[in-house]
């Protein structure tokens, strides 16, 4: 057997240690669920249409957004013994490329359609592939969204970063058998999510809401 040494590049260290620091100061704890995403799809669909072509994450990232303007203890961070609350709401979106990740900052998220950030999303996305990311681009953020993308992993744990309040990550989309309030049984389209939460900062009660 033959093996091949090759040294870490600085990016995939930075990111070590950033996520080492997270896992070893924070208590993290993960809650689990699905999401019934028939609906959003076929508008998503529809749009789509018309000319409008809007990601599946950008509409994650306004719901999130959503979410933090109605439950601000969420849109935080640990500074010190300290806790910062933001008045503004500016998702961190994960972004990988063939060196690492990239969590780009979309900022002033509730205020913004899903049409806008759907644009900038596709924005950051170019800027990461052409090596364009600056670091005021990744700089602001409140709370981090991670996907798996079309891959195959159905769901996954993720590691809360620049000591927000949580991480969430959305999981893979399909067609599942479900039983409906009427007692019929449907084909929908059900989403898995996952938040990874500070406990430092919130409890389950907080983020299951």
Do not use: C
């Not at 439950?71 to 690492?100: C, F, M, Q, S, T």
């Not at 990311?133 to 602001?140: K, N, R, T």
């Not at 744990?157 to 990550?169: K, R, Y």
């Amino acid at each position: 057997m033959s093996e091949k040494r090759i040294r870490l590049s600085p990016m995939r260290r930075y990111i070590g240690k950033s996520l080492q620091h997270s896992v070893v100061t924070y208590p993290q704890a993960s809650g689990f669920f699905q999401a019934d995403t028939t609906k959003l799809l076929a508008l998503k669909k529809r749009w789509k249409a018309e000319g409008k072509n809007v990601s599946f994450t950008a509409f994650v990232t306004k719901a999130v957004a959503i979410a933090l303007r109605d439950h601000p203890e969420l849109n935080a961070r640990v500074d010190g013994d300290a806790v910062i609350l933001y008045d503004e709401i500016n998702p961190g979106i994960a972004i990988a490329d063939d060196k690492g990740l990239y969590v780009i900052v979309l900022r002033g998220a509730v205020r913004k359609g899903p049409l806008e950030i759907s644009r900038e999303l596709l924005e950051m996305t170019q800027k990461v592939r052409e090596g364009r990311v600056l670091p005021e681009d990744m700089s602001g953020g409140t709370v981090t969204i991670s996907s798996a993308g079309t891959g195959r992993t159905e769901i996954f744990t993720s590691i809360v970063s620049n000591d927000e309040a949580l991480i969430l990550g959305v999981g893979r989309t399909k067609k599942q058998a479900v039983v409906m309030e009427d007692g019929s049984i449907e084909a929908r389209s059900m989403t898995w999510f996952a938040t990874n939460m500070n406990h430092l900062l919130v409890d389950g009660r907080s983020v299951s809401r």
